[in-house]
């Protein structure tokens, strides 16, 4: 069966630290994947998704970037953060098009003071 | 104005109780998802419509693509259903949200 992962679960970073946020998937091959973010007060926004090693389109302009080395890896990175980074970060993926069903990982709660 | 709008924006029920809610949308959209999020943020992906109906055990979800409209029913609902439930459209390969609907489900 496929699983998702994310981690860190929770982190607390200073403004203008970097920020490394991690999302595997087992149990498939070539999945779509996706970033998510909901800012408190605030929506789902998608951030970035991906449909295959080294392709990442970006939804947003932010101060984010995503990367994705390995089949089934992708990763969401800042080098400088700002308090509006705070929130809650989802990784998704799902099989084939972007108009199918999607799986959410546990997510990472990310604070920035 | 919102390209996805969501009603209500909260909501109390009594156990057992019929539940809906809607989502209107005014883009053209190639599917619409309801997802569910928990108190502790986890979401999960109820379902993916692109016309019609779909069913899952006490989940109910239609779609009317002319009307720009979906409904997603509860049957006899439990407090166990307590959470927000949010309407995704996506256009293109972009995703749009809703603001979602607290439901609590009291026993």
């Known amino acids: 069966s496929q699983t998702i992962h994310q981690w860190p679960a929770t982190l607390v970073q200073p403004v203008g630290s970097p920020l490394s946020l991690e999302c595997t998937v087992e149990?498939?091959?070539?999945?779509?994947l996706y970033w998510y973010r909901q800012a408190a007060g605030r929506g789902l926004q998608l951030l970035f998704y991906?449909?295959?090693?080294?392709?990442i389109s970006s939804e947003v302009p932010q101060n984010l970037s995503a990367s994705r080395p390995q089949d089934r890896q992708f990763i969401l990175s800042s080098k400088k953060l700002l308090l509006s980074d705070s929130g809650f970060y989802l990784c998704?993926?799902?099989?084939?098009?972007?108009?199918?069903?999607?799986?959410f990982g546990p997510g990472t709660r990310l604070t920035v003071l | 104005k919102n390209e996805v709008e969501q009603s209500p924006q909260n909501l109390t029920a009594q156990e057992g109780e019929f539940i809906t809610i809607n989502c209107s949308y005014s883009v053209g959209i190639s599917a619409l998802h309801w997802l569910q999020q928990h108190p502790g943020g986890g979401i999960v992906s109820l379902f993916m419509?692109?016309?019609g109906k779909k069913k899952h055990g006490r989940l109910i979800a239609t779609i009317n693509i002319q009307e720009k409209h979906s409904s997603l029913h509860i049957t006899a609902s439990h407090p166990r259903d307590s959470a927000v439930y949010i309407c995704?459209?996506?256009?293109?390969?972009?995703?749009?949200f809703g603001a979602g609907t607290r439901l609590t489900v009291k026993p």
């Open positions: 995704a459209v996506m256009v293109n390969n972009d995703m749009r």
């Open positions: 149990g498939t091959s070539n999945p779509n």
């Open positions: 419509l692109s016309s």
């Open positions: 991906s449909v295959g090693i080294g392709q």
């Open positions: 998704a993926w799902s099989v084939g098009q972007t108009t199918d069903t999607q799986y």
